[in-house]
Every structure is written in structure tokens, then in C-alpha cells.
């Protein structure tokens, strides 16, 4: 009886490091000094908005959006409606790229001359058969797709000073941002 719970405890964590979450944070987490989830903004245009996560680096500031679908996606930078296929069937979903960049606009104008980066990280189960379009990932080139980033100059102390300016301003469920949090 013992050794049935041992496998199936194993089989847990092993299914457990093989989705795309604990992937993700696998890779993220090495390169990030601080990060934040589901905070609210001002757009810089008399609104606000939700960013689903941000994580300060040493070269600047990481805006992310995760995508947990599968199939195959078909969309391009400036297509407005996106397709996803799997199982025989399509499906249409609203151009993930706009929302980003709009949070991105809104994060620079908060934190001018820091870098703002992006990825928009769909799962490791999808993939784009017509081709990537900037600022898209799979979990399987996420790594990749990083190295860039990576490469940028080192920023430590104006980026730290941004990021704290910037969670003055935050809000999550109607209280001030706290650092820190688990995705």
C-alpha cells in the first residue's frame, strides 16, 4: 500500500514539473530579481488596466501574458481576430499582441527611459505552423526567445528605482501591490 502512494505521489510531481507553469517560472525565475501578478495601472490615457504579470530583471522591466491553449494558432501581428485549431475545429480569439503593447505603453509612460519588454507565452502544446509572430513564445522557446533580453545592458539601480515607483502606483483588489507573489 505504502508503495502505491510513493509512485503516485512521483507520477504528481512529476506531471506537476512537466506543465507549462512550472516550466515557465523555471525559466523566469533565474533572471528575475522581483515580480508581481494581477496588478492594476493607469493606461497613461485616463483609464486604468490589469497586467497579468510583471517581473523586474537586471535590464529592465518584463511584462507577461500567459496563454494556456493548445493546437495549432494561426495570427500575425496586425490581424485583429487570431485562430486556434485543434481537435478539427477552429476557434477565433482577439489578438493578443494589442493588449501587451497597450500595457507596455502605459508601463513606459510610468517609468520613462527603462527598457519594457514582453512575451505573450502560450503553452507547450501549441504551436504556430504559419510562423511566430514577435513577442510570442512557446514554452518550448521561451528560453530562446529570452536571450535578447538577456543581452541588454544592466540597469540595477534605475530599474530598481522604476519598479518601486511603479508599485506606488499599482493596485491589486483595491489595495497597494505587494512584491513577491507566486505565479
Do not use: C
Not at 505504502?2 to 523566469?28: D, F, G, M, P, T
Not at 505573450?120 to 505552423?129: E, K, L
Not at 510562423?131 to 536571450?147: A, C, F, M, Q, T
Amino acid at each position: 500500500m505504502i508503495a502505491i502512494v510513493v509512485i503516485l505521489i512521483i507520477l504528481a510531481i512529476s506531471k506537476r514539473r512537466q506543465s507549462s507553469e512550472y516550466r515557465i517560472r523555471k525559466i523566469l525565475t533565474p533572471i528575475t530579481r522581483s515580480k508581481i501578478k494581477n496588478i492594476i495601472i493607469p493606461d497613461g490615457i485616463g483609464g486604468i488596466l490589469e497586467i497579468e504579470q510583471l517581473r523586474l530583471l537586471d535590464q529592465g522591466i518584463l511584462i507577461i501574458e500567459t496563454y494556456p491553449v493548445s493546437g495549432h494558432l494561426f495570427g500575425a501581428e496586425e490581424i485583429d481576430q487570431w485562430t486556434q485549431l485543434v481537435n478539427g475545429r477552429s476557434y477565433k480569439f482577439a489578438n493578443p499582441l494589442r493588449h501587451i503593447r497597450t500595457s507596455r505603453q502605459a508601463v513606459m509612460s510610468l517609468m520613462p527611459n527603462i527598457p519594457v519588454f514582453y512575451r505573450v507565452i502560450f503553452s507547450a502544446d501549441t504551436s504556430f505552423p504559419k510562423g511566430k509572430p514577435e513577442g510570442i513564445s512557446v514554452v518550448d522557446s521561451l528560453s530562446h526567445d529570452l536571450r535578447p533580453i538577456q543581452s541588454e545592458p544592466k540597469l540595477v539601480e534605475q530599474t530598481q528605482q522604476a519598479w518601486d515607483k511603479l508599485l506606488s502606483v499599482a493596485r491589486k483588489n483595491g489595495r497597494s501591490a505587494e512584491v513577491g507573489e507566486e505565479i
